[in-house]
């Protein structure tokens, strides 16, 4: 029968072509992987440690008080001090709070004078700062807070209210020997700052946002186009890389490389035309994002059109290495679609990196696409301006380098 | 006839792995000149013609054009060489004026000039007609004609052709191989034309080099190299199998070239075949029963026998 023959055929290339198996059997189980190990944190029964930044700004008794509660609590690890430029270990800064808040979601500041107010019964506050892109940490945290607060709050409302007594009581004491006992502590004092904490109500906790352009909240649009943007940017470049090979094996390379031009000339035409398109395909997805779904495009334009051309640049970086890394346009297309798909994962393109256990946010740092998302969601999440991409641009455009470097190395061009 | 050479090759060889496809060849072909290179499939006519076309490393050996080393003065000799590959290469997805256009521009051709040239090789090629359609709507020999265009685009001083008409009519073929000839008789462009057909090397060349197993055997003009092979063929016909001995020993009679066994017939090339055919005869029926005897002139094709034992028409 015909089609049993044909059947048979079509296996056996299928069957025949590693890169063919690679793109349908390995990339399936390595993108399964990466996203299992991104997402265990969702799926995992036993609760997550997660980390919690305190600049403790004020080391009065109710501060420290604070600090050690909070230290007690197995689900937080708390973190008071940070490395400084010359690597000692320094107390945490509100700016350097400010930073971590974008990957521990939520940090904790005493401000200065705190235990001295709460001793006086005047208003104070203990301030949470938190990333408004994540709906769960800050409130954790907050929660966590007002419960300490609420027990110490007690406690010192419990040892007035009885000091209050023993005073009362010392002073009936006087009353009967006909002469003042002196007692250590001022009653009057006491009596009326217990007063005071029981009139005010508790102490207050106050959530601050740590973005910085509060008119906009984030909507999963900046999370999203970007990411899709950096992964189809891959898709194009590498297929586009791959035309080399099929002028290689259509025969056209070979005439282009007989014409009085540079071998320079011939990578480098197809390296810009790449790029160009790149950037054509980053710019249209940008301006649906802006027109149609309203997205917010940050507060530093320049910014953003730099880390587009430089995340094009390495992206078209990628895609001629992934051609001169492979023989034949089948075979760039197979390994195109590991690496895409792959990085797509582990870099945060799919889902935002904070959600990923520790070790693999670092470990994603290997692809461009972390790099690119870590640039996007400074400018498009927190609002910030181009110093803050900097790490970003400067990886990316490293890795285009090394990517063209490697590629015009290990081209084949016969 | 002393034109001045403007190829030359000294030892040029090409190695892939152990297999040497190119041996060593040394051979010139002066300006105004069509030289034929005849070889059958694997011979290395491609091997030996892209590394003259600047896109072939040469693992030993030397060539020069115009005095130009093809390695060290390799974007010079590519402005005044042209190549006509094998495979096609040209886009389908474009116009044959767009694929043109494409190329004339990586010759630095511009604006009116680049325009001259298009419609200049469009003539040439008979496709004028067809220019502003997309080469994948080509018949084979359309495609194949707009590959040679392609390289006619700089007005070389060297035209390589690499099997150039292979499924063309033989109309185009003829129009192609006048075109040629024209360039030729009025530009004094040389030509490499590779081919493994005996009639295009003997019509169309002025000298040809026998090539089997990269090495030229015999490079000379087609009369004479017919004339120098001794000129005679006995064919015989015959009727069971002819032992490997009994073909040595026709072989190793006095003035025979060579021996071939094609099929039931054989084929003995001598410069005098009145002086040996009884004796061949009287060999050959020890083993086999001869059934038919015939004694021809010599042609390009039994000179190729004659030479490398193989034939072109397998
Ligand atoms: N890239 C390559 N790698 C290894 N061997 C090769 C390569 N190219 C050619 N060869 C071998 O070199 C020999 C000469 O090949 P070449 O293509 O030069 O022959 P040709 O005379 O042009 O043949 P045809 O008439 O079939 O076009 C052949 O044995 C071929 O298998
Ligand atoms: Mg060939």
């Known amino acids: ?414 | 006839m002393s034109m001045e050479e403007i190829l030359e090759t000294r030892g040029l060889t090409k190695r892939y792995g152990n297999l040497v496809a190119v041996n060593e060849v040394d051979f010139t072909v002066r300006e105004g000149e069509i030289v034929g290179l005849l070889g059958p499939n694997g011979a290395g006519k491609t091997s030996l013609v892209s590394m003259l076309a600047g896109i072939l490393e040469p693992s030993g050996g030397q060539a020069f054009v115009a005095g130009m080393d093809i390695v060290r003065d390799s974007a010079r000799v590519k402005q005044i060489v042209g190549f006509v590959p094998q495979d096609l290469a040209v886009y389908p997805e474009l116009s044959g004026y767009q694929n043109l256009s494409f190329f004339a521009s990586l010759y630095g051709l511009k604006g009116r000039e680049r325009a001259e040239r298009i419609s200049d090789v469009l003539d040439i090629v008979q496709l004028s007609g067809w220019a502003g359609k997309k080469v994948r709507t080509y018949s084979g020999g359309m495609k194949r004609r707009l590959n040679l265009a392609v390289g006619l685009l700089n007005r070389p001083a060297v035209l390589l052709l690499d099997e150039p008409t292979v499924g063309v009519d033989p109309q185009s073929r003829n129009h192609i191989f006048e075109s040629i000839k024209n360039l030729v008789r009025e530009r004094k462009i040389a030509v490499i034309y590779t081919t493994h057909y005996m009639e295009e090397a003997e019509h169309l060349c002025d000298r040809v080099a026998i090539y089997v197993d990269g090495r030229i055997t015999a490079c000379d003009r087609p009369q004479d190299l017919v004339a120098r092979s001794g000129g005679q063929t006995i064919t015989i016909g015959f009727d069971g199998e002819l032992t490997e001995d009994v073909l040595a020993s026709l072989k190793g009679l006095p003035n025979v070239s060579n021996a071939v066994v094609r099929m039931n017939s054989l084929e003995l090339f001598t410069d005098s075949a009145v002086d040996i055919v009884g004796t061949v005869v009287a060999r050959l029926r020890t083993v086999v029963q001869p059934t038919s005897l015939r004694v021809s002139g010599a042609s390009l094709e039994s000179v190729f026998l004659a030479l490398t034992g193989r034939s072109l028409r397998d």
């Open chain 1, 1 to 414: 029968m015909a089609w049993i023959t044909i059947a048979w055929k079509d296996i056996r290339l299928q069957l025949g072509d590693w890169v063919g198996l690679i793109w349908l059997f390995v990339t399936p189980i390595i993108v399964i992987t990466v996203a299992s190990f991104a997402l265990s944190g969702l799926f995992n029964p036993t609760y997550q440690v997660f980390t919690v930044p305190v600049v403790q700004l004020d080391h009065g008794k109710v501060a420290n008080q604070i600090v050690s509660n909070l230290r007690k609590l197995s689900a937080l690890h708390i973190e008071t001090t940070a490395m400084n430029g010359a690597g000692k270990v320094v107390p945490l800064t509100i700016q350097q709070a400010r930073t971590k808040v974008q990957s521990d979601k939520a940090a904790i500041v005493i401000p200065q004078g705190f235990s001295r107010d709460v001793a006086n019964g005047k208003q104070a506050a203990l301030i949470v700062l938190q990333d408004p892109t994540d709906k769960v940490v800050p409130s954790v945290v907050s929660n966590i807070l007002s419960k300490i607060v609420a027990g110490i709050q007690l406690h010192d409302i419990a040892v007035r209210a009885e000091i209050q007594g023993e005073s009362n009581a010392v002073a009936a004491l006087s009353a009967q020997v006909g002469h003042p006992l002196r007692f250590r502590l001022n009653p009057a004092q006491i009596a009326r700052s217990s007063q005071a904490i029981i009139a005010h109500g508790q102490l207050r906790i106050q959530a601050q946002s740590v973005i910085s352009d509060a008119a906009h909240t984030p909507s999963a649009f900046q999370s999203n186009v970007p990411g899709y943007a950096v992964m189809f940017m891959l898709f194009g470049t590498s297929f586009a890389g791959a035309s080399l090979l099929s002028e290689k094996e259509s025969g056209t390379l070979l005439k282009l490389r007989s014409l009085p031009i540079r071998r320079v000339d011939i990578i480098g035409g197809k390296l810009s035309s790449n790029f160009i398109v790149a950037l054509l395909q980053a710019a249209i997805l940008f301006a649906v994002g802006r027109l149609v779904f309203g997205m917010w495009l940050g507060n530093s334009l320049a910014g953003l059109c730099l880390l587009i051309i430089v995340t094009a640049f390495s992206a078209t970086g990628l895609g001629m290495l992934i051609a001169a890394l492979s023989k034949t346009r089948s075979q760039a297309t197979g390994l195109s679609i590991l690496i895409i798909l792959t990085s797509s994962a582990l870099g945060g393109s799919w889902w935002p990196l904070y959600i990923v256990p520790h070790w693999m946010q670092t470990f994603a740092h290997i692809t461009l696409t972390a790099w690119s998302m870590d640039g996007f969601n400074q400018l498009l999440v927190y609002g910030n301006g181009l110093s803050a991409i900097l790490p970003s641009v400067t990886a990316l455009v490293v890795m285009g380098l090394l990517f063209f470097s490697i590629a015009l190395w290990r081209f084949r061009w016969d």
